[in-house]
């Protein structure tokens, strides 16, 4: 079999003839990124293979190979503060008795929470990149993945991960994992099926239904070894991509309490939202796309140094990126992203329609230069476009069904990491967020996590997730007879 020799750190492995390359680092541990789950379109996954630069996705390991792996992207991962209060009651009664442990497992990153099971204080957190990128950056690549053979490792992956983040959790602060009482574990549909080890048929064909549609709980230790005493706190689901994270998001911001007229909006490779108005809720997914978290985009990456994260407009009408890291560019993250098309719109570099006006082209296609190497392509804009059509969308039509008009729309909750850090003006200009919201858009942190806080905390609130499945409402926007038209409409700038 053919010999795989990684450096410079020499480690050498072997693989049957004829596997990919991605395959094989995969297997070993040590697979780069693959946005597009290995179908040959992201081009993140260079490496060197015996001098040469290839896509490990696209070649087959036939003879011995002496592969240099990429830098990783920047150091460590942020994790995101609440940006609402932590509690939804002032009682403590978790379900059992001992420390507790909230997850969140967000599609890109993973969180974890290590709380005193006496008063919910948090005693330490962890956060890491989710290891199930390398299988693809968005939820559809990793059905795929899961569809074609891989549901186990996707499944052993986040497992194994999870629970040896809680072992060094329990080890920093001096407790034995045996004592945890309560895990609490949220997530979207996808990523919760994976790790319990469901199949994930159901996401993907019609009607896409969920699986998770009841409030229970099952020993920890089936899926998390460490727990050996702990109860797995199952969080029921609204619909096939609309998930438990954000029934954690209406618990962590009260939607279901509010007076208001409040739209929560979490913003990843699916656009999740639900609109509280008149005491009903609705609630709706939309295929948002990994361009906003940097895949298939050409200098997309993650928010990690080297990332321009902000873009703006100098005084003689030239774009002035901002890197993360304050070092040389290596690529462009979401809320750069959202900056620079909006920059561009501003300084006519763009039309209505996407079109870039300069007919300069680089790689055969015209392009929006930004700070050297890195620079935004036609086709990266039509990616945006593509995004942004589709959140607006939902937007505007669970404002239809509730009998609204977007300027009834109080307040918007912008959840998740995107959410924290795009600027709203730039989401307003490019048409992310319908324009008539400038000006009431808050950015409220990791909803998901405070939600799954609070779960671990007290039993009754776990159990009032079952409640808030039977209220708020789903709305498949796939079968609105407006759906296409609103999309389309939403898919253009407003000059």
Known sequence: MPIITLVPDGTSFSVPSGTSLLEALRDAGYAPEAACGGNGTCGKC?????????????????????????????????????????????????????????????????????????????????????????FGADVISRLQAAKNGHREELTSSIRDALDQSIRTLCRTVGISPADIGVVSLV?????????????????????????????????????????????????????????????????????????????????????????????????????AGPALEGAKIRFGMRGAPGAIDHVSVTDDGALACHVIGNGPAEGICGSGLIDAVAAALNERLINKRGRIQDPSERDGERFIPLADPVYLTQTDIREVMLAKGAIAAGV???????????????????????????????????????????????????????????????????????????????????????????????????E
């Open 396 to 494: 505007v039509l669970m404002t239809r069904h509730l009998g609204l008009e977007l300027n009834d729309i109080d307040e918007v909750l912008l959840a998740g990491a995107f959410g924290s850090f795009m600027d709203p003006d730039s989401a307003c200009r490019i048409g992310l967020i319908p324009d008539e919201l400038q000006g009431r858009i808050r950015a409220v942190g990791n909803t998901a996590g405070a939600g799954a806080k609070q779960m671990a905390c007290s039993e009754a609130v776990f159990r009032h997730t079952q409640d808030l499945l039977d209220r708020i409402e789903f709305l498949e926007l796939a079968n609105l007879p407006d759906f296409m038209s609103c999309f389309a409409k939403n898919m253009n700038f407003k």
């Open 46 to 134: 260079r490496v060197t293979a015996n001098g040469i630069s290839v896509l490990a996705c696209r070649m087959s390991v036939d003879t011995d190979l002496t592969v240099s792996l990429p830098e990783p992207s920047g150091a460590g991962t942020i994790v995101l503060e609440e940006g609402v209060s932590g509690a939804r009651s002032a009682d403590m009664h978790p379900l059992k008795d001992g420390p507790l442990v909230a997850i969140d497992i967000g599609t890109t990153t993973v969180v974890v929470f290590l709380l005193d099971g006496a008063t919910g204080v948090e005693l330490a957190r962890d956060g890491f990149l989710n290891p199930q990128r390398p």
């Open 187 to 287: 997530g979207n549909p996808a990523m919760q099926q994976l790790f319990l080890g469901i199949p994930t048929d159901n996401l993907t064909a019609v009607p896409f239904a969920p699986v998770l549609t009841e409030a229970r709980t099952v020993p920890a230790r089936e899926t998390l070894p460490a727990c050996t005493n702990a109860d797995l706190l199952v969080v029921p689901d609204i619909g096939g991509y609309i998930g438990a994270d954000i029934v954690a998001g209406v618990l962590a911001t009260n939607l279901d309490q509010t007076e208001h007229n409040v739209l929560l909006i979490d913003i990843g490779t699916n656009g999740e939202m639900v609109l509280s108005a008149g005491g009903r809720m609705v609630s709706c997914s939309t295929a």
